[in-house]
T-cell receptor, first 116, second 115 residues
């Protein structure tokens, strides 16, 4: 069964500092990988995705992520954090369910706190 | 604009009542999903549907029911059998393989509270 681990429940950074959020996945084949962001009381917005090809993926809002197959990781990075980046971040892995369907599985999330 | 609409945004349920959460999409997606979100537990899959008139149980289907009579609609009923229904419920949709590679698009959620 596929699964996602986000080892950090909370991350605190100062505005302008760099950021890395960790994500490890378990999946039997080449995974589809995603990072989403969620503001309080809202739905999830896609930041970036990896399906194949270049292992360094660029997303919206200045985020990027790198797929490392040997480490089963898909860490999210940003070189300089803004106060508006404070939110909950979810890593997800997608893969076939029954009948070839596509079922996204999510990690527990990492809450990002940004200090001025 | 295309998207997913969930209603209502807030819902209150008395003990022993069934309530239905609405989810409508105009993205022409084949697949639709319901997730439950609790603090610190991420998103857990309740039900999903890949095609009209067909749906499958997810990881936590007990106490919930769904229907998929139209491609654009996937309502979720929280029954009285669900012992702890207070949570944030998210509906999502995506293109179904092998139509193409796509991510899941989410609605804005419904917060259900038992009173």
């Amino acid at each position: 069964a596929q699964s996602v681990t986000q080892p950090d429940i909370h991350i605190t950074v100062s505005e302008g500092a760099s950021l890395e959020l960790r994500c490890n996945y378990s999946y039997g084949a080449t995974p589809y990988l995603f990072w989403y962001v969620q503001s309080p009381g809202q739905g999830l917005q896609l930041l970036l995705k990896y399906f194949s090809g270049d292992t360094l993926v660029q997303g919206i809002k200045g985020f990027e992520a790198e797929f490392k197959r040997s480490q089963s990781s898909f860490n999210l990075r940003k070189p300089s954090v803004h106060w508006s980046d404070a939110a909950e971040y979810f890593c997800a892995v997608g893969g076939p369910g029954s009948g070839g369907s596509y079922i996204p599985t999510f990690g527990r999330g990492t809450s990002l706190i940004v200090h001025p | 604009d295309g998207g997913i609409t969930q209603s209502p945004k807030y819902l209150f349920r008395k003990e022993g009542q069934n309530v239905t959460l609405s989810c409508e999409q105009n993205l022409n997606h084949d697949a639709m999903y319901w997730y439950r979100q609790d603090p610190g537990q991420g998103l857990r899959l309740i039900y999903y549907s890949q095609i009209v008139n067909d749906f499958q149980k997810g990881d936590i289907a007990e106490g919930y029911s769904v229907s998929r009579e139209k491609k654009e609609s996937f309502p979720l009923t929280v029954t009285s059998a669900q012992k702890n229904p207070t949570a944030f419920y998210l509906c999502a949709s995506s293109d179904s393989l092998p139509a193409g590679h796509t991510e899941a698009f989410f609605g804005q959620g419904t917060r259900l509270t038992v009173v």
